[in-house]
């Protein structure tokens, strides 16, 4: 079965920062991974996806995760934090071989707080 | 080209009563897929559909269900409404799977759910 844990509930970060938002999944094949931001009283925002090839994925807004097979991580990155990318972060995986539907499992959600 | 949408964005029902969610795919996509989001137990999928048909469902009870028309527009039906099902309803379309090449869910803004 797909997993994903996301350990930090939340995040503090001073603006102009880097920041890293950690996820580790676990299937049993080989995987898709996705980061998704939400907003208050918003749906989730697509940022970005790992499907195959370069390790290091670049998305909106300036973040980028990084694949790591061997520590089955997919960590969120961004150089420099603002303000504005305060919101919940979520992980989702889903098993690459898992040929019925378009279920992904999504992490718990990390809160991210930018301090100006 | 229209994001997913969802309505009512809104709603307040008591026990007992039932409720029907709607939701629009982004133009072209065929798979529609529903999340249930609640502080306490985060992201669940609850199904997905796929050309009318139901091809993947979470662990929720029978009370729920859905269905899809064949403009790909969907809606899930809640029967006999709980406290518990107070929730965020998210909706979410991507384009058809293709084995191995999976397409990005998009979410809509989700239906707030309030049940008294």
């Known amino acids: 079965a797909q997993s994903v844990a996301q350990p930090e509930d939340q995040v503090n970060v001073a603006e102009g920062n880097p920041l890293t938002v950690k996820c580790t999944y676990s299937?049993?094949?080989?995987?898709?991974l996705f980061w998704y931001v939400q907003y208050p009283n918003r749906g989730l925002q697509f940022l970005l996806k790992?499907?195959?090839?370069?390790?290091l994925v670049k998305g909106s807004y300036g973040f980028e995760a990084e694949f790591n097979k061997s520590q089955t991580s997919f960590h969120l990155k961004k150089p420099s934090a603002l303000v504005s990318d305060s919101a919940l972060y979520f992980c989702?995986?889903?098993?690459?071989?898992?040929?019925?539907?378009?279920?992904?499992?999504f992490g718990p959600g990390t809160r991210l707080s930018v301090l100006p | 080209k229209a994001g997913v949408t969802q309505t009512p964005r809104y709603l307040i029902k008591t026990r007992g009563q039932q409720v029907t969610l709607s939701c629009s795919p982004i133009?072209?996509?065929?798979?529609v897929s529903w999340y249930q989001q609640t502080p306490g137990q985060g992201l669940q999928f609850l199904f997905e559909?796929?050309?009318?048909?139901?091809?993947n469902k979470g662990n929720f009870p029978g009370r729920f269900s859905g269905r899809q028309f064949s403009n790909s527009r969907s809606e899930m039906n809640v029967s006999t409404l709980e406290l518990g099902d107070s929730a965020l309803y998210l909706c979410?379309?991507?384009?058809?799977?293709?084995?191995?090449?999976?397409?990005?869910?998009?979410f809509g803004p989700g239906t707030r759910l309030l049940v008294l």
């Open positions: 133009s072209g996509h065929r798979s």
């Open positions: 790992y499907i195959t090839g370069d390790n």
């Open positions: 299937v049993s094949g080989n995987p898709y």
């Open positions: 559909y796929f050309s009318e048909t139901q091809r």
């Open positions: 979410a379309s991507s384009l058809e799977w293709r084995g191995g090449l999976l397409e990005t869910q998009y």
């Open positions: 989702a995986v889903r098993d690459k071989w898992d040929n019925y539907g378009q279920n992904f499992v």
